[in-house]
């Protein structure tokens, strides 16, 4: 039988990193991308590696002309490509809209929203012009500011993520009747570096301490709705954007 595979984009580290381990553990292969991130890369690869499991890194930005191309192909190498994880994503830096650049909102909506539509479309195209098998489906990884609109820190970030989620409502529907599930997980403020990149290292302690559970979420809580929605126990689930928020809405 075939290997099936998996693409996540952004598994050097993180939440992307936590699905990575989730996915490799059931039993996929694993095409991950990342851009600069070598040593967390080569981490992930090791771990695989001591494990049996087939991982490939591909260094490649998302946004890339080819990039979705060059993914699907990467994965398709290793056998049956199943399931993709759009996981990759930036905020820029934090503050109210008046102090973002262009470039800024440039980058933000292509990495998180642009080259997550242009993968979808590859993948899908990719699964119509095949025969049909009922374990695909396309996760994406959103984020609870898409509804709270996050004011005074990234509401150029929040709007990127309202799009990706009006994305996997429709797509869902669209594909639907080809087998194929389209949901997201939308994760609340999560322990990862993001935060630090965006200025505020310490920015997931002091959020976390005010949601409902008095704590930020871990990479692989998050993950761990992103691979139950890859399985077949979430087989009736599709259009859905899944809360892993500690208890913010
Ligand atoms: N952490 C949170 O509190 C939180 C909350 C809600 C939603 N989310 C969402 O969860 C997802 C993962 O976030 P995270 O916190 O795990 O982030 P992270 O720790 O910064 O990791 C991001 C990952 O994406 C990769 N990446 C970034 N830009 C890329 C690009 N253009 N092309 C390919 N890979 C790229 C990074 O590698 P390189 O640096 O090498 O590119 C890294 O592997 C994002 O979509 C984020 O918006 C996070």
Redesign the pocket.
């Given at each position: 039988m075939t290997r099936t595979v998996a693409i996540v984009?952004?598994?050097?580290?993180?939440?992307?990193?936590a699905v990575v381990d989730r996915l490799i553990r059931r039993g996929h292969a694993v095409v991950?991308?990342?851009?600069?991130?070598?040593s967390?890369?080569d981490e992930v690869l090791a771990d695989a590696a001591s494990s049996g499991a087939e991982v490939l890194p591909l260094?490649?930005?998302?946004?890339d002309a080819d990039?979705p191309q060059r993914i699907v192909a990467a994965a398709e190498e290793l056998g049956n490509l199943t399931v993709l994880v759009?996981?990759?994503?930036?905020?820029g830096p934090i503050g109210p809209l008046r102090t973002v650049t262009d470039a800024t909102v440039a980058r933000v909506i292509?990495?998180?929203l642009t080259?997550t539509i242009r993968l979808c479309r590859a993948v899908v195209t990719r699964w119509e012009a095949q025969e049909r098998r009922d374990d695909r489906s396309i996760v994406n990884?959103?984020?609870?500011?898409a509804r709270t609109g996050a004011p005074g820190e990234y509401v150029w970030?929040a709007a990127s993520?309202a799009g990706v989620e009006a994305l996997t409502v429709g797509l869902a529907k669209e594909v639907a009747a080809n087998g194929v599930r389209v949901n997201a997980v939308?994760?609340?403020?999560?322990?990862?570096?993001?935060?630090a990149?965006a200025g505020r290292p310490d920015?997931?302690a002091e959020v976390g301490a005010r949601t409902p559970l008095g704590r930020?979420?871990s990479?692989d809580e998050?993950a761990a709705a992103v691979e139950w929605l890859t399985t077949s126990d979430a087989g009736y689930v599709t259009g859905a954007i899944v809360d892993v928020t500690g208890g913010i809405r």
């Open positions: 984009t952004g598994g050097s580290r993180g939440i992307g990193r991950f991308t990342y851009t600069s991130d070598e967390g890369a260094r490649c930005d998302v946004t990039a759009n996981n990759a994503g930036i905020t292509d990495v998180n080259a990884v959103t984020s609870i500011a970030y993520k939308s994760p609340g403020t999560t322990l990862t570096t993001i935060h990149r920015r997931a930020a979420g990479p998050i």
